[in-house]
């Protein structure tokens, strides 16, 4: 459940032009606008002869939604050690190359 919402809600999303956008934002004043959005579209069903059930009228619900966070398994673990293991072999390779070009350009001795 992306975002913690239910299976029972879909994200209603369009494109709008900006001016609209900041009229939308103008009549809202502190609302939040999905909320806006929400009660602006029961109102124009309503207007047009259409009936919602008020439960639909407001935001779902999100009592329950997501539960406790997980732990992070074993696998988060190994993950971890192995990213370690790689750095630590990494570093290892790289002093190899340092000191291989340090002893092939040495300044001459006199």
């Known amino acids: 459940m992306p975002g913690g919402h239910n299976e029972n809600t879909k994200l209603l ?4 032009d900006n ?3 900041a009229r939308v934002d103008a009549a809202r004043g ?14 124009y ?9 008020e439960h639909l009228k407001h935001p779902p619900s999100r009592a329950g939604v997501g539960g406790p966070k997980k732990k992070p398994g ?6 971890s050690t192995n990213l370690t293991k ?3 072999a990494a570093s290892e390779v ?8 340090r002893s092939r350009h040495k300044p001459a001795q006199e």
């Open 30 to 43: 502190g609302q939040a606008r999905s909320q806006f959005m929400r009660e602006a579209t029961v109102e």
């Open 45 to 53: 069903i309503e207007k047009h002869g259409g009936q919602v059930p």
């Open 94 to 101: 790289g002093k190899r190359i340092n000191r291989k070009i």
């Open 13 to 16: 999303g369009f494109f709008a």
């Open 19 to 21: 001016d609209l956008i």
């Open 74 to 79: 074993p696998q988060a673990d190994r993950t």
């Open 86 to 88: 790689a750095n630590d």
